[in-house]
């Protein structure tokens, strides 16, 4: 042991080594740092006292990194202004603060005081602006009311001249185009989805394809004779009736039902087989003689002089009848041969088809040259003779014939056995369906009446039929009601598209008509199917959804001048609304006044 006097080195933790007096000594100055707040193990930093040989004042509180900057502290530089550092701990003290929750409710009770007293104070404003505008409409003179009628009929007129330039440079309407792209996402529609990358596999791009809404063409059942009756539209008016595309499928169904492979083995037909491919009419027709000189019997050729040369219905049938004796005589042949060959099979499938559009044909020439029983009965015995044919939609042309005559109970018993939910919609069942419903109440229909005391059974079966067709093609009602102006049909329509309308109305309108209130019930109630069905592009009730691809393909079949006819249609119909909601709009000026 050292002297008393002579003091040890100190320990690692600064407890003295002099004996027990020191070790309590270092005891109690542990104990007093806990209990004022000073840890022993804090650096002098962070207990708010001043390093050995650093000039930055002591803290009481553990401050931020920008404080500690701000004051100079452990940057070597001076702070940038001398009242930095007490402006950064008042902050600091004021952020500290408004944490609190006390400091929490505060804002919340004046912030409900704010509301309180906008909801108490915006009236009385709403009143005074009110007022405010009252006088100023006290004081407004005529020639205010002049002007405001001048400007708005200039800016009706300039929309109205921008469409139709819009129209005529693009094919579109501005405004629809608008309102479909831009205004529909907004209020809850669909928009159209982009189509599906390359980089899909197979089996998704199947999925895709088979989700996605098919445009199918389909030939006109009651379509009308090129030469008859196309031809002397386009003579009288100057304006082409049909479309090159539709007239391209025309050429390809001729192909399909009038050509086979063994064509050549007979220099008239491979004569014809070439005439179906020709674009001028004139090479056609020259071909079709150039095959009546090769054989006589040549049916097809025939049928293209009935088609396409033949200036009225009575040449088209002396054409057709000729057609009907050659086109037996061969077809008794192919059947005696038929099992000899495959090649045997498909020239009796050509054969087939020939008879059976001729005999067609000749009924629907018997229809419009007003034999109408007889266009019946040629009908009805080319549907027994051939049932496999139902493809080919006679039996739209039998209920056309039947209505005329009246028949409803044979169109009843036609529609019963057509109206199948396994085959195939159209336009002319679904409508005729609603027809004989609604022949059974219209007449005594009205609708102040059926408000008051409701609907009979009779009738809400009648207006479900129409909710129906309306639903299956909502195109035709414009028609029927005469909203919008019809043209001759195209030879191939779409199914539930702008195409088919044009052509049930064109030949069914007649039979609306006769019906007494028929067309008034359907005036009334046939939009009540979009109340019912808001989303038809989404969603439908008893078809699929409406294929929003109709819209493009009756482009392709309907002719150019009838789609500018329907969008100066449109557009006159958004100026009526622009001049009525401007004289809506004057008139209530004039009233506050």
């Excluded at 007490?86 to 944490?99: G, I, K, P, S, T």
């Excluded at 895709?208 to 004779?225: A, G, S, V």
């Amino acid at each position: 042991m050292g002297a008393p006097g002579r003091a040890e080195p100190a320990g690692p933790r600064g407890w003295s080594r002099s004996g027990s007096s020191g070790l309590r000594s270092g005891d109690e100055r542990g104990e007093r740092g806990y209990l004022a707040g000073e840890s022993p193990l804090l650096s002098p930093e962070l207990r708010g006292e001043t390093p050995p040989g650093s000039a930055c004042p002591p803290r009481p509180f553990p401050v931020s990194p920008a404080l500690a900057m701000a004051d100079g502290c452990g940057t070597g530089k001076e702070p940038p202004y001398p009242g930095a550092a007490a402006a950064l701990r008042r902050w600091e003290q004021l952020r500290r603060r408004a944490a609190a929750p006390w400091a929490r409710g505060l804002l919340a009770v004046a912030a409900g005081l704010g509301l309180f007293y906008a909801a108490l104070r915006v009236p009385l404003r709403l009143r005074d602006g009110l007022a405010a505008v009252t006088v100023f409409l006290s004081t407004l003179t005529p020639k205010f009311y002049f002007a405001l009628t001048v400007t708005s009929s200039f800016i009706s007129g300039l929309i109205f001249v921008f469409e139709w330039w819009h129209f005529r440079k693009y094919g579109t309407s501005f405004i629809e185009q608008v309102s479909v792209s831009h205004l529909r996402p907004l209020i809850g529609g669909v928009e159209n989805s982009p189509p599906a990358p390359a980089a899909f596999s197979a089996g998704e791009n199947e999925a895709n394809r088979q989700n996605m809404p098919e445009c199918k063409m389909w030939r006109n059942p009651l379509n009308l004779f090129r030469g008859a009756e196309y031809s002397r539209y386009m003579w009288v008016t100057g304006k082409e009736p049909l479309t090159y595309y539709d007239m391209n499928l025309s050429a390809q169904d001729h192909q399909n039902f009038f050509t086979c492979d063994t064509d050549a083995l007979r220099p008239s037909d491979t004569v014809m087989q070439k005439a179906w491919r020709e674009r001028n009419p004139q090479a056609r027709i020259k071909a079709a003689y150039q095959a009546l000189e090769l054989n006589n019997d040549c049916a097809t050729a025939y049928v293209l002089l009935a088609e396409e040369e033949a200036t009225t219905i009575v040449d088209a049938e002396r054409y057709f009848k000729q057609a009907l004796k050659a086109g037996e005589m061969i077809y008794r042949k192919s059947q005696n041969c038929h099992s000899q060959s495959p090649q045997h099979e498909a020239q009796l499938r050509r054969d087939t088809n020939v008879l059976v559009y001729v005999k067609r044909r000749l009924a629907m020439c018997a229809r419009k040259l007003g034999r109408i029983r007889e266009s019946v009965k040629m009908m009805r015995d080319l549907m027994k003779e051939f049932p496999l044919l139902s493809m080919l939609n006679i039996h739209e042309n039998l209920l056309e014939a039947l209505l005329e005559l009246q028949a409803y109970a044979d169109v009843q018993a036609v529609l019963a056995k057509y109206d199948d939910i396994s085959l195939p919609k159209s336009a002319a069942i679904c409508y005729t369906a609603a027809l004989l419903k609604a022949r059974a109440v219209s007449e005594r229909f009205s609708p102040e009446t059926a408000f008051k005391r409701g609907l009979s059974t009779a009738e809400i079966n009648a207006v479900e039929a129409i909710h129906r067709a309306v639903e299956f093609n909502p195109h035709v009602p414009k028609y029927l009601l005469e909203m919008k102006s019809l043209v001759l049909p195209p030879e191939h329509i779409l199914k539930r598209g702008d195409s088919e309308a044009v052509a049930y109305a064109f030949f069914h309108l007649q039979h609306w008509k006769r019906i007494e209130g028929a067309l008034h019930l359907l005036h009334c109630t046939w939009e009540g199917t979009f109340r019912m069905i808001p989303y038809p592009l989404e969603k439908g009730h008893l078809f699929y959804p409406y294929p929003s691809c109709t819209e493009t393909a009756d482009r392709e079949l309907l002719p150019n001048w009838k789609l500018q006819g329907t969008a100066m249609w449109r557009i006159y119909n958004l100026v009526l609304v622009l001049f009525s909601l401007r004289s809506t709009l004057s008139a209530a000026l004039k009233n506050l006044l």
